[in-house]
């Protein structure tokens, strides 16, 4: 598929990053009119707040403070930007001054016609003594006539948004990696206390049904299977303990520290399931998405690269200023002192070179159409991010809502069986039965809850931190 989206992204960013016109021209792909949702009141920046737990804030904002990716990202920043500064100063004349003093002495004879002439000044043949001193100030500039040295400040601008975009996407990963763990340990904690509350309903049934058994009034197969449905409540636990035990390393590591402090989430967490952010368009998701604007940045850079490279193929021309004060002196020898001032224009023009620089100049134009390609799989991406993601959370939203009904109608037979019991019409078995039928439910409502946290994480790393305004960006050929 030739078709770029590459071009709409950029579109949708227009007046952030200006795309240089060596770019070649593609057909971009209409994207979906709408995501639509219900939108949270909620800052996107501290978008993991949605989810109502202080004490998960607390530590996003740790694991934002501690994490070494972040740290690494921040410094590939700081040096995107002191290249971007290097590669500008090229565009500006540079200028030094230089001096020196020196003084000489020593004894000897000087030959030949200097000592014919020297001969004439007493002594300053045989022992001569010299000073001098010269002190100056000179200018060389490469005016960019061909506008190589401002397409490679384009390109070095471009690699700082680039470096900065990603940063920005490491940081919505590590704060939803953290949100993730967290609702997920507490959710694995509900459902565990609803195991143990299922185990002892067993124990309890196992229990009457031994009784029955010593009264004559039921046989070993009711016991049996009492047993057997005990084993596979129990059977669940352990597995449930090393998933809360996995996460709980997982949220230390994130947060900075050693697997072995685990940090613990409880289970009776005020943490909420917050409702789907939505309420924009396509446009704005490409606008918000890091890796989305990353590739676009990085093909602004490949765009501008390819134009510096073409410049080499072009005349190169040089100014040079100077200005400058001297004297020098020997003993016997009146001093000479003189100024001097030095303008000149010099020029180049590439004749042959073995091809090397038409070659680079392929190689450019390949990086750039890789760099599209890497732009359009990620709009792609983004777009099909969001989809999935909402309808992951739409699925997990209708099976909350049939549990929950399950669980609803399970809690209301238990009520039954046991005023039935009490009425001297149900067997304690069958009170118990019901209970654990009931936890059941309980627990595939928890599951449903869960998978509802985790599709609305990801529906907010789809999203680029929620909806928003794209955020205000300046292009390369800003000042």
Known sequence: MKRSIALFAAVSLAGCVAVPTTQPHRAPVVPPAAFVAAAPEVSLDRWWTAWGDPALDRLVDRALAANQDLRLAADRVRMARAMAAVTESALYPTIAAGGAAWVSGGSGT?????GQILSAYPGSATGSVGNGQILGLGAAWDPDVFGGRHADRDAARAIVLAASDIAAGMRIMIAADVVENWQQTAGLKRRLALLDQGIASADAL???VRARMAAGQTDAAALAHAEAARGRIAAQRPALVEL???????LAVLAGDLPEAAIDVPGDSGIVIPPA????????????RPDVRAAEAAVVAAAAHLKSLESDLKPHFTIVLGDGEGHIGLTGIPGYDGHMAV???GGSVPLFN?????ARVVGGDAELDAMLAVADRATLGALEDVEAASS???GADLAHGVRETARIAADRQTSVTDALFRAGRRTLGDVLEARLAAINDADSVE???IAQGSATVQLYRALGGGWDAPPVRKGPSAP
Do not use: T
């Open 206 to 208: 196992i229990g009457y």
């Open 447 to 449: 599951q449903a809850r």
């Open 110 to 114: 000087i030959n030949g016609e200097l």
């Open 354 to 358: 073995a091809g090397r620089l038409r």
């Open 244 to 250: 809360i035990a996995i996460r709980q390393r997982r």
């Open 277 to 288: 952010p939505g309420g924009g368009l396509p446009a704005a998701v490409l606008a918000r």
């Open 343 to 345: 303008a000149g224009i």
């Open 392 to 394: 992951l959370r739409h």
